[in-house]
């Protein structure tokens, strides 16, 4: 079972906690989040009257049996949706965000340029890789730290917040600095100390499905960062890889609805990436939107045809205007704005 405590709950509370564990032959592995600490009970079987008797004590805000592997993030236990704010955007909410923004960072310039033309078209948030995870170690690696740098000026400028990968764990902290939202992405969903890591920051981490992984194994994954405590999860469905080759991956848009339905948290997707093909990208989106996701989160670049990754998939700015468009009609089809 798992002890959740109430935020603030005192060294002697969670000590009560683990010293009935033990009185009753349990072990107990403790989560210490900024928000709040999570007891995971560690033994068989699960006794209903000992979880009836923890759940009593003073600091316990519940105590859950484990019945499906995931259970923080499960909707069994929070049936609403989780409100996870990105800068002053909340999704989860009547209204969906758009999060939008070049591959890699290249340059100053491409930045600035692609962060004005987003922020104009209506995105919330920009995104834009410094740390890239390239399938070849020969492509472009990403700017690094001087991307991050960027980031902060175009926030700066424009105002957005800003979203962009950490790889490593041991780049959580510096990542952190910068970035408003930090993205995990598709290669790393199963790098379960990269989840634990940002597990303990208290900064709202973009979840990506792993390309080779089940829903179930997705909200696992969730459920690792959710256990160190932070529970400000935005999940993000980025396509899967099946036998088909005609797209670059294929948007399982059925499994990004399995999830929202499975989960408290917000559930977005990022057609560009599932699709691999701007002109694909528009029809995606709008798919997404009108099967009831949180958002989308889509590669903008001013001159896709020059990127340095990503460019058949990236949307020039006036396109991702034509795109902003279609989806303001369809939010509004579905009761929900963009
Ligand atoms: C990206 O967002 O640029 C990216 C690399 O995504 P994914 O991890 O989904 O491949
Ligand atoms: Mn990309």
Known sequence: MIIVM?????????LEVVRRLEDRGYGHHISRGVERTIIGAIGTPEDPGLAEQLSRLSGVERVMPILKPYKLVSREHMPDTSPVKVGEFVFGR??????????????????????????????????????????????????????????????????????????????????????????????????????????????????????????????QAAEYVASEGNLQIILCERGIRTFEVATRFTLDLAGAVVAKLETHLPVIADPSHATGNHKLVNAAAAACIAAGLDGVMVEVHPHPDRALSDGPQSLTPKRFCTLMETLRAVAAAVGREV
């Not at 109430?6 to 969670?14: F, G, L």
């Not at 999060?99 to 920009?126: D, F, N």
């Not at 510096?174 to 408003?180: E, F, S, T």
Request: aromatic share 6%; proline share 4%; net charge negative.
């Open 6 to 14: 109430v935020p603030n709950a005192t060294e002697e509370q969670i």
């Open 94 to 219: 009547q209204k969906v965000g758009v999060i939008a923004g070049p591959c890699s960072i290249e340059s100053r310039e491409q930045l600035m340029e692609t962060a004005e033309a987003v922020k104009a078209a209506g995105a919330i948030a920009l995104r834009g890789g410094a740390f890239k995870p390239r399938t070849s170690p020969y492509s472009f690696q990403g700017l690094g730290r001087e991307g991050l740098e960027l980031l902060a000026e175009a926030r700066q400028c424009t105002g957005l917040p800003v979203v962009t990968e950490v790889m490593d764990q041991r780049q959580v902290e510096l990542v952190a600095q910068y970035a408003d939202a930090l993205q995990i992405g598709a290669r790393n969903m199963s790098n379960f100390d990269l989840l634990r890591e940002v597990g303990r920051i208290s900064k709202p981490v973009i979840l990506k499905r792993g390309y080779a992984s089940t829903v179930e194994e997705w909200l």
